[in-house]
């Protein structure tokens, strides 16, 4: 399945390119606000960043074709730092995020991210990463399975879950996203159910983020680029959760000395976008401006 790039247009308005500039796509994914910045560079530069070694391949078969400078880093965006020493590059015009797991991802079962299909449960970004949902679910007391999903999932079922979790896996291991959708889904009461979310919607996030450490990547990515932004450089976020978006606004609140958030509220998809763009319905942008250096 193709990924299409959510809120692209609008991604692109705020990060306002500029030919000769130096640009950071911190979720390269398969290319799609890539192909958009390098159009616009000339002779700048475009820093593509990407934790998962697929996207990488593909995308940068899609970059190669513009014919512009670029560099390509098999990494986690929270270390920014490290990237931008390895690249040469003191300051940056503009970075952009495009978080959360890509619709190529999710339509691979055997990278285990998705509850609609059956595969491993691994949902690691990085497929060389220690840490498995595997050995969340089979490995982790009950007490922090709950809190994990209660934190990352805001799932208010979260106790019942993982004491069915704890239950079931005292008996054989989980190990498909079917099971674990499975014992999800009967683990919250019918009247419960939501109607236009999966019951593991909440769960598989949670397990997703503690896997990856995304909220703790995007806090470091944030604080760091924010050494390394020149004047009137831009931060663009698209996220696609309230702890997502909540980070992204309370720094982008926290630096107002620095920056001149630019979105006082988050921009959403219309309709259009979300008819042939699912995922795009929770997606909320955000951006700011350096207004003055470190």
Known sequence: MEHIPVLLKEAMEYLNVKSGGVYIDATLGFGGYSREIIKKTGNGLLIGVDNDQEAIVLAEKEIQKAGQKYQVFNDNFGNIEEILKKSGIDYIDGIVFDLGVSSYQLSNPARGFSFNADGPLDMRMNTQGYLTAYDIVNGYPGEKLAEIFNNYGEERWSKRISEIIVRTRSIRKIETTKELSEIVKN?????????????????????????????????????????????????????????????????????????????????????????????????????????AKL
């Open 187 to 291: 683990a919250i009461p019918g009247r419960f159910k939501e109607k236009h979310l999966h019951p593991a919607t909440r769960v598989f996030q949670a397990l997703r983020i503690e896997v990856n450490r995304e909220l703790e990547s995007l806090e470091k990515a944030l604080a760091s680029v924010m050494n390394h932004l020149s004047t009137g450089a831009r931060i663009v976020v698209v996220s696609f959760h309230s702890l997502e978006d909540r980070i992204v606004k309370r720094y982008f609140q926290n630096n107002t000395d620095k920056l001149n958030i630019l979105t006082k509220k988050p921009v959403l998809p219309g309709s259009a976008e979300v008819s042939i763009n699912f995922r795009a319905h929770s997606a909320k942008l955000r951006a700011a401006e350096m207004i």
